[in-house]
């Protein structure tokens, strides 16, 4: 079992900045990629970025240049860096570890964004 516990999330202004973290605890060594995703009221959760354990990491075209996802193996976390933030950006951003060994996904209980003046 893997447990995810998200911070960081909160009521930011637009444009304005914001950083997320994610701790993973208990059976790491088949976890092959951590990551973000968010949900935003009436639609459906959409990929944010995804960091594999070597390091490579793919975003979602409309965040690639305004969100920075990064990890520090030695605490298990993940940060996601959030930039220019737009009131588009308002959602529940989940992290979310895949494992390899059985095949499955984790998830954190989500953490709220809100971007409003």
């Known amino acids: 079992q893997v447990q995810l516990v998200e911070s960081g999330g909160g009521l930011v202004q637009p444009g304005g900045s914001l950083r997320l973290s994610c701790v993973a605890s208990?059976?790491?060594?088949?976890?092959?990629?951590m990551g973000w995703y968010r949900q935003a009221p009436g639609k459906q959760r959409e990929l944010v970025a995804v960091?594999?354990?070597?390091?490579?990491?793919t975003y979602a075209d409309s965040m690639k240049d305004r969100f920075t996802n990064s990890r520090d193996n030695a605490k298990n976390t993940v940060y996601l860096q959030m930039n220019s933030l737009k009131p588009e950006d308002t959602a529940v951003y989940y992290c979310?570890?895949?494992?390899?060994?059985?095949?499955?996904?984790?998830w954190g209980q989500g953490t709220q964004v809100t971007v409003s003046s």
């Open positions: 979310n570890a895949a494992a390899e060994t059985p095949p499955y996904e984790y």
């Open positions: 208990g059976s790491l060594s088949s976890i092959f990629a």
């Open positions: 960091i594999t354990s070597a390091g490579s990491t």
